[in-house]
C-alpha cells in the first residue's frame, strides 16, 4: 500500500531545506515547492497530488527495465545483508564488483576488457579525464593533455564533467571550461546543417574535428569525446558516416577515442552499447544510468588493453577513486538488472519491435503544423517545434523556449517529456508497451494543440 505522506508539508520543507539538482531555485519558491514524486509501476509514476504520468523519460534516461522490479530489491537486500560495503582501496574487492567487471567485459567485447567503477555519469567522466591524461604523461608523451568535444555535448557536471561538455551555460558557474579541452560543431542536421546533404554534412562536422586537432597540434591532442548520440544536448543523432570519420581521424593521429555511453548503453538504442550500433572501435567507454537501471547510483568505464597494460607497466600508483568505487551492493543490482535485460530480450526488442514501432508513432507527427522533424534511435527520441512548417524557424528568432512550454502541457497532461531549447525529447523505459507509445503521441499531439496560442504569443528577443 502506497505510504500517506503530508504532501503540503513535504514542500514546504523541500523549500526550507532542500537544494533540488539543476534547477533554478527562485522558480522552486514561485511553485511553492517541487512535485512530489511518491510511487512508481512499470513505465508510470505518480505525484502525492494523485496524478498518474506516463514517464517518457525513463527517471532521467535512465530506468531501462522500468519501475517495481522486486528481483532488483531482492538483490539489494541480500547483499546487503551478506557484505553491505567494502571499499576497493586496500587491494581488495568484493565477489559483486568482479563479476559485474567481468560481465561488462564480456557485453563491451574486443579489447575493452577492464572495468573501473564510480558512482555517477559525472564521476566516471572525471576517471576519463585523469586516466587519459595519466596515460600519455606515463607513455611518454606527456604533452597530450587536449580533449577535444563537441559544443552542447553533455558529459556531467562535475568541474572535469562540464568542462568537458559544451554547453555554455554551464560554464559560467565555476569559471569553466577548465584549461586543456577544445569544443568543435555538433552533428546537429536540422538545426545547423538544415537543408544539406547528409553526407556532406557529416564531412564538414568530422573535418572541423581534424581542424581542430591540426591547429593545437596533433602531439597535444590527448583524446576526442563524444556521444554516439546527444541526449541532453536534444537528441542529436548524427549524420550517416559521421561517426566512422571521427574514429578514422582519431586513429589518423593517434587520438585515443572516447565514447560516453552514459545515455545510450544497456539497450537504449537497440544494442549493447551506442558505438556497437555505429561501428566503431573506442578505447574508454564511460557508461552509467542503464547499467542499473538508476535503481542504485552506480556507474563505470570501460578501459582498453592497450592503456591498462601502460598502466600497469610504468603508471605506479593510480591515486584517483572514490569510496563508493565497485560498491557491492550496486554492484549487485547492476548485476541482476543486467540479467533482467538479458532474459527479457530487452536490446533485441528495441532493435526489433517497440524502436520501430515509436519511430513509426513518432512520424504521425509530422503532419502537425508546429512540428519541423521527428526523429529517434531505438528508444530515444526528439520532436522539434517550428513557428513555420517546412523550415527550422523558431518562434523567437532564435532557439529556446518552446520547448519547455511544450513540456509543461504534456506533463498536465499526463506524461512526463523534456523540454530542450525548441523540442521536446523523450527516452522511456525499454519496457513501454505499443499501446503506451500510442498514448505518449496522442498526449504530445494534444498539448501542441493547447500550447500552440503561448507560442504564438512568444516574440522575437
Known amino acids: 500500500m502506497p505510504r500517506n505522506y503530508n504532501i503540503p508539508e513535504l514542500r514546504r520543507l523541500d523549500v526550507e531545506h532542500h537544494l533540488p539538482a539543476q534547477a533554478n531555485y527562485g522558480e522552486i519558491v514561485a511553485l511553492g515547492g517541487s512535485r512530489i514524486i511518491t510511487r512508481a509501476d512499470g513505465c508510470t509514476i505518480y505525484d502525492g497530488d494523485g496524478a498518474a504520468i506516463l514517464d517518457g523519460m525513463a527517471g532521467l534516461w535512465c530506468v531501462n527495465v522500468g519501475y517495481g522490479r522486486e528481483e532488483l530489491v531482492r538483490a539489494a537486500a541480500e547483499q546487503m545483508q551478506e557484505l553491505p560495503f567494502y571499499n576497493t582501496f586496500f587491494k581488495t574487492a568484493t565477489p559483486p564488483t568482479v563479476m559485474l567487471a567481468t560481465k561488462l567485459a564480456e557485453k563491451l567485447g574486443g579489447d575493452l576488457q577492464h572495468v573501473f567503477f564510480n558512482s555517477s555519469g559525472s564521476e566516471a567522466n572525471d576517471t576519463v579525464m585523469r586516466m587519459v591524461r595519466h596515460y600519455w604523461n606515463v607513455h611518454g608523451q606527456p604533452k597530450r593533455t587536449i580533449f577535444i568535444s563537441r559544443w552542447n555535448a553533455y558529459h556531467g557536471s562535475t568541474m572535469a564533467g562540464a568542462s568537458l561538455g559544451g554547453m555554455k551555460h554551464m560554464h559560467p558557474i565555476g569559471g569553466l571550461p577548465i584549461p586543456g579541452v577544445e569544443h568543435v ?36 591532442v590527448a583524446a576526442f569525446i563524444g556521444e554516439p548520440v546527444q541526449g541532453a544536448g536534444g537528441v542529436i543523432i548524427p549524420p550517416r558516416g559521421y561517426w566512422k570519420r571521427v574514429e578514422a581521424i582519431c586513429k589518423k593521429y593517434g587520438i585515443l577515442l572516447v565514447v560516453d555511453e552514459v545515455i545510450t548503453g544497456f539497450g537504449r538504442l537497440g544494442s549493447w552499447f551506442g558505438f556497437q550500433h555505429f561501428g566503431v572501435t573506442p578505447d574508454l567507454v564511460p557508461m552509467a544510468k542503464g547499467l542499473s537501471s538508476g535503481y542504485l547510483p552506480v556507474s563505470a568505464v570501460g578501459v582498453s588493453r592497450k592503456i591498462v597494460e601502460v598502466l600497469r607497466e610504468k603508471g605506479g600508483d593510480f591515486v584517483h577513486g572514490y569510496t563508493y568505487s565497485g560498491h557491492p551492493v550496486a554492484a549487485a543490482v547492476a548485476i541482476k538488472n543486467l540479467e533482467i535485460i538479458e532474459r527479457e530480450g530487452l536490446v533485441e526488442r528495441v532493435r526489433g519491435d517497440i524502436g520501430p514501432y515509436f519511430a513509426e508513432a513518432l512520424m504521425r507527427l509530422d503532419g502537425d503544423p508546429l512540428v519541423g522533424e521527428t526523429r529517434s534511435l531505438g528508444l530515444i527520441g526528439a520532436v522539434e517545434i517550428v ?18 512550454i511544450v513540456r509543461d502541457t504534456c506533463i498536465k497532461n499526463g506524461l512526463m517529456v523534456r523540454g530542450i531549447r525548441d523540442s521536446i525529447v523523450m527516452c522511456p523505459p525499454l519496457i513501454i508497451s505499443r499501446s503506451e507509445i500510442d498514448r505518449m503521441v496522442d498526449i504530445i499531439a494534444r498539448s501542441l494543440r493547447e500550447a500552440e496560442p503561448a507560442l504564438k504569443a512568444l516574440r522575437p528577443d
Not at 555538433?186 to 546543417?193: D, L, S
Not at 562536422?205 to 591540426?214: F, G, H, N, S
Open 387 to 404: 513557428s513555420k512548417k517546412g523550415t527550422n524557424e523558431r518562434f523567437t528568432g532564435k532557439e529556446g523556449k518552446a520547448g519547455p
Open 185 to 220: 560543431a555538433q552533428p546537429y542536421k536540422f538545426g545547423e546543417g538544415f537543408g544539406e546533404d547528409e553526407e556532406a554534412f557529416a564531412a564538414r562536422c568530422a573535418q572541423e574535428v581534424e581542424d581542430r586537432i591540426l591547429k593545437v597540434g596533433p602531439e597535444n
